[in-house]
């Protein structure tokens, strides 16, 4: 049995999630005393593919053309299922991330395979091969046995911490053949947010803010407090709704679903539709002046006060921590 992962690669580089999927696949490959190859498709230096082998893979499979240097679902998904063909992987794992989200159900159709999406454990093996994941917004775990020869994983970000081993994978060029009729959708404008900040679904800090933020001129101290832990800002629904802040802070069932090690909450009731996309968070402390609020139930600590008088003087400790 043999694994493949793909391995995304965003503006020529890799993501975290990137070694995460890469990673498991490897850990994946020694649970059945196989080997795991990584595929990456469009620009990549060959250092980083190389660095790749760090997290367990043998080989890197890379697909260069510059045709397929933006993401192309359809066209990914061929590469994917040539590389997977070409190395009788009998397993395939890839980033439950958007992308990701878009080629692993085409990939399992192209292999005929199972699919799990969302997994956040490498398979039990003890009788046959189940996969656990969150389900109902993350209320209950399912454990899934993919029953067919061929199997599609896509891996939760931030389910498992990669160890970076010292490890240098070989670098070989992969080509598939493809057609123009694989490339049926074309990238016309790409807007990209002008700031180095962790991206929502990746960021292992979170502060976040609601209504309870009484207006947009007041997200200063929502930032600062942010700033100084490095964390990465997000909203609920409605502050994102009425303009308060972008839509991609948006964080719940509608919005970005987060598991990040901390998610502050500041000003936001814990609604249920809110709590679907965040109660994965390792930690999560709430500050509210409602001692009543729904949040509190579902927080690891809580404040019951203002956040205009809190949060500054949270921002100070910390500041005043960090330099001492
Ligand atoms: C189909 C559907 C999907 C939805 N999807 C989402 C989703 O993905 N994400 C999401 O967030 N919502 C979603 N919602 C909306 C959700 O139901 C709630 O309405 C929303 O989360 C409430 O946002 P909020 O907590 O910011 O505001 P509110 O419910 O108004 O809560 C504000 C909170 O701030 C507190 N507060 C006020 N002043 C202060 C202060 N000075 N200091 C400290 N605390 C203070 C209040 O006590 C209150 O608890 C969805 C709703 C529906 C119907």
Redesign the pocket.
Known sequence: MAVLVYAEFVDGKPKKSTFEAVYYAAQLAKQFQTSAVALTIGPADAADLAALGQYGVEKVLHASEAKLEQFQSKAYTKVIAAAADAQSADVVVLTHNSNGKALAGRVAVRLEAGLVSGAIALPDTAAGFTLRKPVFSGKAFAQISIQTGRKVISVNPNSLKPEAGSGSATVEAFQAALQDSDFDAKLVKRETMSTDVVPLPEAELVVS??????GPENWGIIEELATTLGATTA?????ADTGWRPHHE??????VAIKPNLYIA?????????L??VNQSKTIVV????SE???FKAADYGVV????E?VPKLTEALKSFKNS
């Open positions: 803010a609601g209504r309870g933020m009484k909203c609920s629904r409605p502050v948006h964080v719940g069932q509608t919005g500041i000003g936001i009731s814990g609604a249920i539709q809110h679907a996309g500050i509210n002046k409602d609020a729904p949040f006060g203002d956040a205009f809190v």
